[in-house]
Structures are given as structure tokens and as C-alpha cells.
């Protein structure tokens, strides 16, 4: 009896801690979690406080997902580089995290060269940013003002049918939202459903300690 209770209790914190990991998301009008990793181009550390009194826009990106990577017929990568080009005029920067254990960093430095990216791409090379952010798919989109609060998490626009849609769709949500801010303004939307791949992450705390008591 006391095997099976103990049993029971530790099932019971697994599944608390299982819950608390996955549900773990930043809070909307609160300060954005910081971060500092390399850009897989220069090599240099970038951090978030680099960009302080700027509006920041960071993107949760992959380079193999056919809603997120550039491509002739479509995906978000395609509009977000001329998006990032139309408003470094008006003191937004653009930084693309990827969190994807499937793809190393020299495969996503070698792909930004090859697409003449304009904004930088950083590894999170055990996903524990995209942890702290709660971010699920490639792309998610955060959007943080110039005193660091986050204003906006979620998808590009209304989800579309097809990667061929992508940045084509009459529901736009990332332009109002940069818009407002640049206007001083409240933004018109704080928080919807992005749509695209599932990030690739290592195994979780949660999922290393199931593991274990499963054997």
C-alpha cells in the first residue's frame, strides 16, 4: 500500500510540473523575457536589451517549414523581409529565433546568406527561449515596445488555408499592431492563434523525468 501511494504521489508531481512547463507563456502587457543568443551570421551575441526604445518584432522561424521558409509560391518569409525593410525606417527591428534541433546553426547561417535576409537569425540551440515564450509554431510572432513590455503574441494574420497564402490574407494582424505602437496608440490585437509547424524541441524537463519514472 504505501509502494502505491508513493506511486501515486509522484505521478501526481509529474503531471503538476508537466502542466506548468507546457502552459508557461510570457503575459501581454507585461516585460518580454529576455534572451541573448548568436547570430548564426556574425557570430556575435544579441540580446534583447540591444534594442531598448525600439519596437521589436521576434519571429520563431524555420528554415524547412513550408508555411514559414522562403519560397517562390509562398511562405511568411517571403513577406516578412520586405516587411522588416519598409519599417527599419520607422525604428522597428526584426530577429528571428530558430529553435529547431532539426536544423543546426551552420545550415541556418547558410540559408540567411542565401537569401540576403534583412534582419538576423539567432539559435536557440535547446529551445529554452522558445520555452520561455511559449512559442509552438514556426512562425510566432512577439511584438515588444520600446520600454520592453510585450504588446502582441501570436500569428501574422488570419490563419490561412495554404503556405501559398501566406501574407496574403484581407485579416492582417502584425501590421495594425506596429502601426498602433508607432502611433502611440493601443494596438488592436494582443493575442491570437499562430499557425505553421510545431517547433522541434529537445526532450523537456517533463518529458526526461516521465521517461524515467516509466522504466
Same mark, same amino acid.
Not at 547558410?110 to 522558445?130: C, F, G, T, W
Not at 490563419?159 to 498602433?180: H, I, T, W
Given at each position: 500500500m504505501p509502494q502505491i501511494k508513493s506511486i501515486v504521489a509522484g505521478a501526481l508531481a509529474i503531471t503538476f510540473m508537466l502542466a506548468a512547463w507546457a502552459t508557461a507563456e510570457p503575459v501581454v502587457g507585461k516585460a518580454a523575457p529576455q534572451f541573448e543568443l548568436k547570430d548564426v551570421s556574425t557570430g556575435e551575441m544579441v540580446s534583447l536589451y540591444d534594442h531598448q526604445d525600439q519596437i521589436v518584432v521576434v519571429v520563431f522561424q524555420s528554415i524547412n517549414c513550408p508555411w514559414d521558409r522562403m519560397r517562390e509560391d509562398? *511562405?511568411?518569409q517571403r513577406y516578412l523581409s520586405p516587411l522588416a525593410e519598409k519599417y527599419a525606417e520607422k525604428n522597428v527591428t526584426f530577429i528571428?529565433?530558430?529553435s529547431n534541433k532539426t536544423e543546426s546553426a551552420d545550415q541556418v547561417a547558410s540559408y540567411h546568406s542565401q537569401h540576403n535576409m534583412p534582419y538576423p537569425i539567432l539559435k536557440d @540551440?535547446?529551445?529554452k527561449v522558445a520555452d520561455k515564450y511559449g512559442a509552438r509554431t514556426t512562425p510566432h510572432i512577439y511584438?515588444? =515596445?520600446g =520600454? *520592453?513590455?510585450l504588446r502582441y503574441m501570436g500569428?501574422?494574420?488570419?490563419? @490561412?488555408?495554404s503556405p501559398e497564402q501566406c501574407g496574403e490574407m484581407d485579416e492582417n494582424y502584425l501590421v495594425p499592431v506596429l502601426n498602433a505602437l508607432i502611433a502611440g496608440e493601443e494596438v488592436p490585437y494582443t493575442k491570437t492563434r499562430s499557425k505553421g509547424c510545431s517547433i522541434k524541441r529537445v526532450a523537456s524537463k517533463g518529458e526526461s523525468l516521465q521517461r524515467r519514472h516509466a522504466a
Amino acid at each position: 500500500m504505501p509502494q502505491i501511494k508513493s506511486i501515486v504521489a509522484g505521478a501526481l508531481a509529474i503531471t503538476f510540473m508537466l502542466a506548468a512547463w507546457a502552459t508557461a507563456e510570457p503575459v501581454v502587457g507585461k516585460a518580454a523575457p529576455q534572451f541573448e543568443l548568436k547570430d548564426v551570421s556574425t557570430g556575435e551575441m544579441v540580446s534583447l536589451y540591444d534594442h531598448q526604445d525600439q519596437i521589436v518584432v521576434v519571429v520563431f522561424q524555420s528554415i524547412n517549414c513550408p508555411w514559414d521558409r522562403m519560397r517562390e509560391d509562398g *511562405g511568411y518569409q517571403r513577406y516578412l523581409s520586405p516587411l522588416a525593410e519598409k519599417y527599419a525606417e520607422k525604428n522597428v527591428t526584426f530577429i528571428a529565433i530558430n529553435s529547431n534541433k532539426t536544423e543546426s546553426a551552420d545550415q541556418v547561417a547558410s540559408y540567411h546568406s542565401q537569401h540576403n535576409m534583412p534582419y538576423p537569425i539567432l539559435k536557440d @540551440p535547446e529551445n529554452k527561449v522558445a520555452d520561455k515564450y511559449g512559442a509552438r509554431t514556426t512562425p510566432h510572432i512577439y511584438v515588444i =515596445d520600446g =520600454d *520592453g513590455m510585450l504588446r502582441y503574441m501570436g500569428g501574422i494574420e488570419k490563419a @490561412p488555408l495554404s503556405p501559398e497564402q501566406c501574407g496574403e490574407m484581407d485579416e492582417n494582424y502584425l501590421v495594425p499592431v506596429l502601426n498602433a505602437l508607432i502611433a502611440g496608440e493601443e494596438v488592436p490585437y494582443t493575442k491570437t492563434r499562430s499557425k505553421g509547424c510545431s517547433i522541434k524541441r529537445v526532450a523537456s524537463k517533463g518529458e526526461s523525468l516521465q521517461r524515467r519514472h516509466a522504466a
